[in-house]
């Protein structure tokens, strides 16, 4: 007998060979798009920390929320940038205020074919950027907050968003917005609850593109990095309040906790690659010290592996575009991402069919950033993103 007797190498020799056996595969539908319109705006705003990320304007939030549904996306996950804030956030609770309106504008553009989700936090609405308001000791007060939290809820699912998602860790949100829904009529409205929400330098750049007014931290009621634990009883109070679905955030520095998450809960759960993940990544790609579409499908995949349902991140349509193209191409595409020549592109993967699919990428317009920096030799037998598309 030959030594080795085991040699698991055999199931790895070719592409069409790992694509038999991947244990984990991306789809369109498994991506949540987030995005940020900014009232105000007459074209998007690119956002210095977020290269390739846009502030919206209103209509050019409709122009990528109809990409998303063309490329197949799961949802898109609104966030609004009024104009004007004050101590309580009032324009988020305004129904004509630029979140709301715009969650009744995607709605109807596209709201029969993707999942239309909404921020339901005040940090964006405040003057002084918490997810709450202040009592006189200067603290976040949670029962106070609590009270606005359900007249937004009611105002988004008025609105017409599809899914409300709390992501201000206030103690009691997912029941008291479940409350509030239930007796507004929009009992068939679910609430995806910002579970284990930590306290994270991750959220670095998100401040920029929401143009956070915040000085100091959340850590106060965001979760505290070290505890794993805890975000345990978290998921458990909001399974217990009614959440439908849970997230973990932020997404690959916390993926012990994802996957306890996993493990205890009976409903989806979702993972936030965050602002941060997303600006390591395109500032390593943009320097060639790595290769940016090799590292992103695998950092997606990595959450996915970990037990994601689904994931939230600003390379959704991004990255459903590499994967139609594979689609597209397989067997034929080059190994450095490439598009394949002449194959025939498949049907829109969603609903409607009124719109045809973009032809080709690019999907957004993106900067300086090198796409495919040759930090990896090449190898004609694999394939960049590393997984197989899935039909
Ligand atoms: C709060 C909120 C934040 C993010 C999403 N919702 C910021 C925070 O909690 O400080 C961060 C998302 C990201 O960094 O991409 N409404």
Request: aromatic share 4%; charged share 25%; glycine share 8%.
């Amino acid at each position: 007998m030959s030594f080795p007797e085991q040699r698991p190498r055999r199931m790895r020799r070719s592409r069409a060979m790992r694509r038999l056996v991947a244990e984990t595969r991306l789809h369109p539908a498994d991506l949540i798009l987030p995005v940020f319109v900014r009232e105000g705006l007459t074209e998007p705003a690119p956002i210095s920390s977020m290269p390739g990320v846009v502030q919206h304007s209103e209509s050019s939030l409709l122009t990528a929320a109809e990409e998303a549904r063309d490329l197949g996306l799961g949802g898109i996950m609104l966030f609004g940038i009024p104009a004007t804030r004050d101590p309580q956030g009032s324009a988020g609770l305004d129904p004509e205020g630029i979140l709301n309106r715009s969650i009744r504008a995607v709605k109807e553009r596209v709201g029969e074919d993707l999942v239309v989700m909404s921020d339901l936090c005040l940090d964006e609405f405040t003057d002084h950027g918490h997810c709450g308001v202040i009592d006189e000791d200067g603290e976040v007060d949670n029962d106070a907050t609590l009270e606005l939290y359900a007249e937004m809820g009611v105002v988004q699912a008025a609105s017409g968003a599809d899914v409300v998602a709390p992501s201000g860790m206030m103690d009691g949100q997912v029941a008291v917005i479940r409350q509030a829904l239930d007796e507004a009529g929009h009992q068939h409205v679910p609430i995806l609850a910002y579970a284990a929400k930590y306290a994270s330098g991750f959220y670095g750049p998100f401040r920029e593109a929401v143009d956070s007014q915040l000085s100091g931290d959340r850590k106060q009621y965001q979760m505290d990095a070290p505890n794993r634990t805890e975000a345990l009883r978290e998921v458990e109070l909001d399974l217990a309040e009614g959440a439908d679905m849970v997230m973990v955030k932020p997404a690959s520095a916390y993926l012990d906790i994802l996957s306890d998450a996993v493990s205890i809960s009976d409903v989806p759960v979702s993972a936030y690659q965050v602002s941060g993940e997303y600006a390591m990544i395109e500032a390593a790609a943009a320097n060639g010290w790595i290769n940016r579409r090799t590292v992103v499908t695998e950092s997606l995949i990595a959450i996915r592996r970990a037990g994601a349902t689904n994931v939230l991140t600003y390379y959704a349509s991004e990255v459903a575009g590499w994967l139609r193209e594979e689609m597209q191409g397989s067997g034929t595409r080059s190994a450095d991402g490439g598009h394949a020549s002449s194959a025939p592109a498949p049907p829109a993967p969603t609903g409607s069919g009124a719109s045809p699919a973009p032809a080709q990428e690019p999907i957004k317009p993106r900067t300086a950033a090198a796409p495919d920096a040759p930090t990896e030799p090449h190898d004609p037998s694999r394939t960049d993103a590393g997984f197989p598309p899935v039909s």
